[in-house]
């Protein structure tokens, strides 16, 4: 599975972005699919994941009422809605895909079998 991620910019505190994640290969959809996110300076930190067949869903603490994750497996792409962005939103944001989703450890980087390159997002204060 190759993925690719797209949709990141510049936007001011309280706006909104969506990310997309586009995957390759017939079996995209067998994944479970998941976003992490890098601050300058900080380690890579879960962000949220979704069920291959979109019916569980796991955020962060830190973007829960903020953010949702969804996914169309028929385009192969999986989305980020990003609303009400704050300055600590800042950060490469890559999306990952996992064979088999724990829902216990589903936000260690470990579990995660492939790695997209990452789209960039700031927010302005």
């Known amino acids: 599975v190759q993925l690719q991620a797209s949709g990141g910019g510049l936007v001011q505190a309280g706006g909104s972005l969506r990310l997309s994640c586009a995957g390759s290969g017939r079996t995209f959809s067998r994944y479970g699919m998941g976003w992490f996110r890098q601050a300058p300076g900080e380690e890579r930190e879960f962000v949220a994941v979704?069920?291959?067949?979109?019916?569980?869903?796991f955020y962060a603490d830190s973007v829960k009422g903020r953010f949702t994750i969804s996914r169309d497996n028929g385009k192969n792409t999986v989305y980020l809605q990003m609303n009400s962005l704050k300055p600590e939103d800042t950060a490469v944001y890559y999306c990952?895909?996992?064979?088999?989703?724990?829902?216990?450890?589903?936000?260690?980087?470990?579990?995660?079998?492939?790695w997209g390159q990452g789209t960039e997002v700031t927010v302005s204060s």
């Open positions: 979704i069920r291959w067949s979109g019916g569980s869903r």
């Open positions: 990952a895909a996992v064979q088999s989703l724990n829902l216990v450890d589903y936000g260690l980087e470990s579990l995660y079998d492939y």
